[in-house]
């Protein structure tokens, strides 16, 4: 009795402690992203060159304090589950997750260790902090937030942590879009701009889009953000919640057109027909076929409307389908016009002896706005350090800036190539082949047992809802990341919820296995009656 006494006591204990620890993951959901404040630092270069990775005095808005905010919680974290663990005999639970999370802490430690720029792999650049630091927080978040238990208000906690996120930057993306400089708002600026800088000159054509630092992850997050809520909008059976959550929909829809980027919207272009594909088999889809025809026509006014006003939003959007843009009419090249010249004009000029020039490319880019020359140029530099790779977040660093292929791949030979814009090849950039083998394991094993739960499961109980929605905001994550890097503002998001993901499927699998036995011992005591019944 005491020792049954003892127990209870530990599970209350430890109840207590995973509320906090996951009170602190959502308060990393929603501060992380929307952090945003200049900071000034003195920056040491590995390279000496006249471009923007030279040492010198830089500044940053949209990652040091998003840094420091998640070392800060994940140490946090991190302390309590050890401590869970350590005195109150809470052991790590036994799942596929647990050699390839290994072999991940393992490399991306020592490619950090290995790296010919060690202090560059450790944080990462200055103005992106997305190094092995970040990378292993997100990792030991991920693993942590795997071995708690969620109730299915806990998994609705998670969701309405993404509201603040959504609504904050769909307003900062719609007034920016329609030409208001929120730069110039007093509180704003204030925010945003320390008051012992003085008075800051903002350069001309500067704007405040968002609290992530590129429109291309704006439209990554949208396409996850679209995918979540609409499918709790198709489903979810209280009828209030499901409208919020479809106007949350519309909002990251608009948010995505705003950021005039393509790779959100062809992750939902993709996406679509699997959530079709989902409802297709549900018993109950009147709800699910309101919400997505009401959700396709937002999105055409939404288009139409904002391509009237920018005709940008069609070419980022439809325009990867069409070559034609009716929102756009028809305009001179100002190049052309500024290098034309007749024959006669040539003729005219005096000829002189001049020695062959090299012959340089035309000016271009390569498909996907350039991105097949980077994956090119990249994967060269991953075959020649296979298997611990460069250090993560340093590919500026080791790239051929000089190679004149980028005058036809990326349009100008004053561009800096950054990022690979690509998480997979970022990763094996970063920390080799085998550390991106051990992360698609993780992806692959995860995406099947969503698959054998999911398959033809219907949606009619709160459980097999979220299931579903966590299980269509993961792929809109991990397509779009085929287009675009990790970065501090947005992965924890990602790896936090794959974590919740990951324990939810398991208490799901453990319910419904649990269901089947009650059921067949129910059964097996109703034939054992029947047949004392006969002998009697």
């Keep these: 009795m005491n020792n049954r006494l003892f127990n209870h006591d530990i599970f209350q204990q430890n109840s207590k402690l995973d509320r906090i620890i996951i009170l602190v993951l959502l308060s990393i959901f929603i501060i992380v992203p929307l952090i945003v404040r200049l900071h000034i630092m003195d920056f040491a270069s590995p390279l000496i060159s006249r471009s923007i990775l030279n040492s010198g005095t830089k500044g940053d808005f949209y990652s040091y304090y998003k840094f420091l905010y998640l070392m800060g919680a994940t140490c946090l974290i991190s302390f309590l589950f050890v401590f869970r663990m350590a005195f109150w005999s809470y052991p790590v639970k036994e799942s596929y997750i647990n050699i390839p999370v290994a072999i991940l802490f393992v490399i991306i430690g020592l490619s950090a260790a290995l790296a010919p720029y060690k202090t560059l792999a450790l944080f990462g650049e200055y103005n992106r902090l997305d190094g092995t630091l970040t990378y292993i927080a997100c990792l030991t978040l991920f693993f942590i937030a795997a071995n708690l238990k969620y109730s299915n208000q806990y998994i ?93 929909a519309v909002i990251s829809t608009m948010l995505l057109f705003t950021s005039m980027s393509t790779s959100g919207f062809l992750t939902i272009v993709v996406l679509f027909p699997l959530l079709m594909l989902v409802l297709y088999f549900q018993k109950k889809k009147r ?122 791949g990326l349009e100008s030979s004053d561009i800096v190539v950054d990022k690979p814009h690509n998480l997979y090849i970022g990763l094996a950039f970063g920390s080799g082949m085998i550390a991106l083998l051990a992360f698609l394991a993780l992806l692959v094993m995860h995406l099947w047992k969503y698959c054998k739960v999911l398959w033809r499961v219907q949606l009619q109980d709160q459980s097999s809802i979220l299931l579903m929605t966590l299980f269509m905001g ?63």
Excluded at 479 to 507: C, E, K, M
Aim: aromatic share 14%; hydrophobic share 45%.
């Design 156 to 248: 609705y906690a998670f969701i309405y942590a993404l509201y603040p996120f959504t609504i904050l930057n769909g307003i900062i993306g719609i007034v920016t879009f329609y030409g208001m400089d929120l730069l110039q708002i007093d509180f704003i600026h204030a925010l945003i701009f320390p008051a012992d800088l003085g008075d800051v000159k903002i350069t001309e054509g500067s704007s405040f889009q968002s609290t992530i630092n590129h429109p291309n992850y704006i439209s990554g997050i949208s396409a996850v953000l679209i995918m979540t809520f609409l499918t709790l909008a198709m489903f979810e059976p209280k009828r209030i919640r499901a409208f919020i959550h479809f106007c949350m």
């Design 287 to 408: 709800q699910g076929i309101l919400a997505v025809g009401s959700f396709l026509i937002c999105l055409v006014v939404l288009l139409v409307t904002m391509s009237s006003h920018n005709y940008r939003v069609w070419d980022n959007s439809v325009g990867f389908f069409v070559s034609t843009n009716p929102f756009n009419g028809d305009s001179i090249s100002l190049a052309t016009i500024a290098y034309a010249e007749t024959a006669d004009e040539q003729e005219q000029g005096k000829k002189v002896d001049i020695p062959p020039l090299p012959i340089l490319p035309e000016s271009g880019a390569a498909p996907g706005t350039g991105r097949l020359y980077i994956w090119e140029k990249t994967v060269e530099l991953i075959k020649e350090r296979p298997f611990l790779g460069y250090g993560i977040d340093t590919l500026a660093y080791h790239f051929p800036q000089n190679d004149v292929g980028i005058i036809s």
């Design 474 to 536: 993961w792929m809109a994550y991990i397509i779009q990341a085929l287009f675009n890097d990790s970065i501090i503002g947005t992965s924890p998001i990602f790896f936090i919820l794959f974590g919740v993901g990951v324990s939810y499927i398991q208490q799901y699998i453990e319910k419904s296995n649990q269901v089947d036995e009650d059921y067949e011992s129910l059964f097996t005591t109703a034939e054992t009656n029947e047949n004392d019944q006969c002998h009697a």
